[in-house]
């Protein structure tokens, strides 16, 4: 999770959630719950990284990799007792996610720990997704049999690139020829896989970025994320770009990219799903899909972001203050937001038009106000029409009242974005 959080007021300390999670609407009440567990360990911390990771293991009381699952479950009691509190609706964990971090540095047991913990706190669909991220590097076979056994299945593989040199910008340090190794293990023992790609390295050429991508497919995974590269102020990379020593790409060359990406991975059979995903029919990532539906969703560990009807919140970021905070039977919460209806409703545009599905029109109607045959909003009917002969929504979607994004809408899902909400 990232470290930025932004600024609202402080609940460190606190025993109770917000008075605002439980003032929910019974249809907002019954929406979908997942459950977010974030491990702050890595081996070596990219330059990229701007995430909530630390490669010290032996951070402190409660704080250290030895001890993260004992707290963890510490703080799962926590929430469970204050959800119960706030009157919020029982409900069964939809899908599980743990990220990082490398929640993979962790003994394989306490991965299968963790997942009981989410069980015996909220209980797991009968159809639960269960994903883990893992580094290549610190899986073998046994591994991965272990957590299929346990009721995990999916993982998702960092592999980034498959380029040596731009893993070296990236500061990446598994093996290339280690990631088809994993897939071909997940797979044997029946977990679905995933890999995370980055284009836009300092120094990637698109030919560099179409080697990964072919070594991708050729893997066959059932799932791809391709991720244009955001270096964030404070990292590494971002001091090396500063003083000139690596010099990010255009525009127009991430552009290049993710027409590269989209054109080899739809050529492969993975239809894109959602901007910076595609996946084989049947196999979209339902946890992510959570996010991007405005579904509930409790996130445990340190700097970890949970979501409740209206209200958003996040854990204190260093493990050891979280690990403070929870032997003192306190919620390691650090600050929460109020998202008030006007957010809510550019967001709900913002995050749907990212989707294949994209949104109907009809759904950015205000009130009463007049709509067209096709549920278009008289007053976005020259919007719609722009953008359309922009070529940034698909035509014959929008005759039927849908705004789907184009292969060049999904370059600037921004502007149709500010477009469609003025």
Avoid at 13 to 36: H, I, K
Avoid at 214 to 241: F, I, N, R
Avoid at 338 to 349: F, M, Q, S
Avoid at 393 to 404: E, H, K, M, S, T
């Amino acid at each position: 999770m990232s470290p930025k959080q932004p600024e609202s007021k402080p609940l460190a300390g606190m025993s109770v959630l917000p008075e605002q999670v439980g003032a929910v609407t019974p249809d907002r009440g019954l929406r979908p719950f997942s459950v977010y567990l974030h491990v702050p360990y890595c081996r070596v911390r990219c330059g990229y990284c701007d995430f909530n990771t630390y490669t010290n293991l032996s951070l402190g009381p409660g704080a250290s990799m030895g001890e993260y699952v004992d707290t963890l479950a510490g703080e799962l009691r926590l929430a469970r007792v204050a959800m119960d509190a706030a009157g919020l609706p029982q409900r069964v964990a939809q899908t599980v996610f743990l990220g990082g971090g490398t929640p993979t540095m962790l003994p394989a047991s306490d991965l299968v720990r963790m997942l009981s913990l989410v069980r015996d706190t909220w209980g797991l669909a009968e159809d639960v997704e269960v994903t883990t991220e893992a580094n290549p590097e610190t899986v073998d076979e046994h591994y991965l049999v272990t957590l299929a056994e346990a009721g995990f299945t999916r993982v998702s593989f960092g592999m980034q690139s498959a380029v040596p040199r731009v893993l070296a910008v990236l500061d990446r340090t598994h093996r290339p020829e280690r990631v088809p190794q994993v897939v071909a293990w997940a797979r044997r023992v029946g977990l679905s896989t995933s890999l995370d790609l980055i284009y836009g390295a300092p120094e990637e050429s698109l030919t560099d970025w179409r080697r990964s991508l072919e070594a991708a497919v050729e893997m066959e995974p059932d799932h791809v994320s391709a991720y244009a590269l955001v270096v964030e102020e404070g990292t590494k990379m971002w001091a090396q770009v500063r003083r000139g020593e690596l010099e990010l790409p255009s525009d127009d060359d991430e552009a290049a990219k993710y027409e590269l990406a989209d054109e080899v991975l739809g050529e492969a059979g993975y239809g894109w799903y959602e901007i910076s995903n595609w996946a084989r029919p049947g196999l979209r990532c339902r946890h992510n899909e959570a996010y991007w539906r405005d579904w509930d969703w409790w996130g445990a560990g340190p700097g970890a972001h949970s979501h409740l009807g209206d209200v958003r919140f996040w854990n204190v970021k260093h493990p050891l203050m979280w690990a403070g905070q929870v032997a003192a039977g306190r919620l390691p919460v650090a600050g929460h937001e109020v998202v008030d209806g006007v957010t809510r409703e550019l967001e709900r545009v913002m995050l749907g038009i990212r989707l294949h599905e994209g949104l109907l029109l009809r759904s950015l109607a205000h009130g009463g106000e007049p709509v067209t045959a096709s549920g278009t909003p008289e007053r976005l009917v020259p919007v719609v029409g722009q953008l359309v002969g922009d070529g940034l929504l698909d035509g014959a979607a929008a005759l039927c009242g849908r705004a789907v994004l184009t292969l060049r809408g999904r370059l600037m899902a921004d502007t149709v974005t500010r477009g469609l909400t003025h």
